[in-house]
């Protein structure tokens, strides 16, 4: 019976390779995975909460969810529109970056199929959200940080209610942190102050060593306020929050303008003004102000720099993470290219092998969940003890997926990467991926575990396929490299 499912496991990657030859173009195009297959840091801008409402236009373009729609190769700010065009272009321009917006209408989500689900980003960027996040979009936002997302809030003034349903965002940033199912505790080690502070320049304090403050992107010294808030620092609570730019004659835990800080293995920034980021473009009808490139501030270096420590380009800002005890860098996963045959791993009958079908990355074995194209569900996993005195550790491996499915909007084959504890009990989920996801080749993916140092977690590959058309996941050169 095995032999017979594999040959046919075979005969359809084979058609599916036919397949992906006539639709390649719209399933790539749909794909997730394809828009960020050479690149590393993946970036989702936040439309589903108000952000256009009034006379605000906070989105990096009107093309949604991806703004290589409206223009694949944009070299200037009005190569896309909104008011944060200038913010997307510039990381655009970089090759390192794929951006998306979670278009309004839609919801949060973490460790579902959607492709702007937070599990296919490494930042989430919040740019003055005017509506009330749902308790379930409140999860998923702190679970992808503690699990080593980077989240980007970014306020305005109290009062700032654009589209007069009662919250502003300074209301709403603050019931995220204080009224959440997961850490309601100030996990981030901070509030946000109830002020409208008409104009100033903060400074940025004098710290060499940052890479917010001294990032790729250039040099910090000012920001910009143009009617704005700032935030009061609370280090009892969170020892890794740290204040980069002040109001003019505050310092230490009060009147933060810009702060980043820690939650799990992840990363957070906070700016108490929305007028930074605004480049002074936008839909036709918004009242809008160029502080992007305003000549008193280096808004657009603090924009890009913080963007990128927060999707983990740039050095430790604050305090960072890091357990207590020793640690031994290394890489700790049994097999980890599967040369060894189904030794280390526990895997569904098949899933590792050295069939012609697929193709290694390295060697000759490999793992490959479902590919039959009927109801399928394999398993890859692994039990491994995380040091506690590491303060990093990143899960990678290489993933290929092709299918026979025509859909470029619907998700009928998955793989989910899961954490469990030692009895099973999910912990995270990593990412899933989908038939929307196919694309040639291998793609290697990461993910930071440094949140479970000192426990003992079994990582887990889930793939299920539906009962028609095949979709194979597979898997090589696996890795969980601590120090």
């Given amino acids: 019976m095995l032999g017979s499912l594999r ?13 992906l030859l006539l639709t390649g173009a719209a399933v790539q195009i749909g794909s997730g ?74 919801a949060l989500s973490y460790g579902g199929s959607s492709s702007t689900d937070l599990s296919n980003f490494d930042t989430l960027v919040l740019p003055e959200p005017n509506t009330l996040f749902t308790s379930a979009e409140k999860t998923a936002i702190m679970n992808f940080v503690k699990n080593g997302g980077g989240l980007f809030m970014i306020s305005d003034h109290t009062g700032a209610d654009r589209n007069n349903d009662g919250q502003d965002a300074v209301e709403i940033l603050n019931d995220l942190m204080t009224n959440n199912s997961v850490d309601s505790t100030d996990p981030f080690g901070f509030s946000i102050d109830s002020l409208d502070i008409s104009s100033g320049y903060p400074a940025a304090v004098n710290d060499s060593t940052d890479p917010v403050l001294h ?23 969170n020892a890794n929050v ?14 933060a303008f810009f702060l980043t800080s820690t939650f799990g293995s992840g990363r957070v920034a906070f700016w108490g003004d929305s007028s930074p980021i605004d480049d002074g ?25 913080a963007t990128a420590w ?6 430790t800002s604050g305090g960072g993470g890091g357990g207590t005890g020793t640690c031994t860098a290394g890489q ?17 009958s098949g899933v590792i092998t050295n069939a012609t079908g697929e193709k290694a990355r390295s060697g000759s074995y490999y793992a490959w969940l479902d590919g039959y194209g009927t109801a399928t569900t394999d398993t890859l996993s692994q039990a491994v003890t995380i040091p506690s005195g590491c303060s990093s550790a990143t899960l990678s491996f290489w993933l290929h997926i092709d299918t026979a499915e025509t859909s470029a909007s619907t998700a009928y084959d998955t793989l989910k990467v899961q954490v469990l504890s030692s009895s099973g009990t999910v912990l995270g989920t990593l990412a899933t991926y989908s038939n929307l996801n196919a694309a040639s080749g291998y793609t290697q993916r990461s993910f930071s575990l440094s949140g479970y140092a ?5 990582l887990k590959f889930t793939g299920t396929e539906g009962s028609q058309y095949q979709t194979s996941f597979v898997v090589d050169d696996t890795a969980l490299n601590v120090g």
Avoid: M
């Fill in 33 to 106: 995975t394809a828009a960020h297959a050479a690149t590393t840091h993946r970036i989702l801008f936040d439309n589903a909460h108000a952000e256009t409402a009034g006379n605000a236009d906070w989105i990096i373009s009107t093309s949604q969810p991806d703004p290589l729609g409206q223009n694949s190769s944009p070299s200037a700010e009005t190569d896309w529109t909104g008011a944060l065009s200038s913010w997307g272009v510039a990381l655009q321009k970089t090759g390192g970056y794929s951006l998306k917006t979670l278009p309004s209408g839609a």
């Fill in 281 to 305: 473009t936008g839909q036709s009808g918004n009242t809008l102000y160029d502080g992007w490139n305003d000549s008193g501030a280096t808004n657009a270096a603090l924009a890009l720099n």
């Fill in 242 to 255: 740290k204040g980069l730019v002040y109001r003019s004659g505050y310092s230490g835990n009060t009147g």
């Fill in 454 to 458: 000192g426990q003992t977690v079994t």
């Fill in 332 to 348: 700790l996963l049994g097999n980890p290219g599967f040369e060894s045959g189904s030794s280390t791993w526990a895997a569904s």
């Fill in 310 to 315: 927060l999707s983990g380009a740039g050095g």
């Fill in 7 to 19: 040959s046919r496991r075979r005969l359809t990657t084979a058609l599916a390779g036919f397949g």
């Fill in 215 to 237: 990032g790729s992107f250039g040099t910090v010294t000012k920001s910009l306020i143009a009617d704005g808030t700032t935030a009061t620092l609370k280090p009892s609570d």
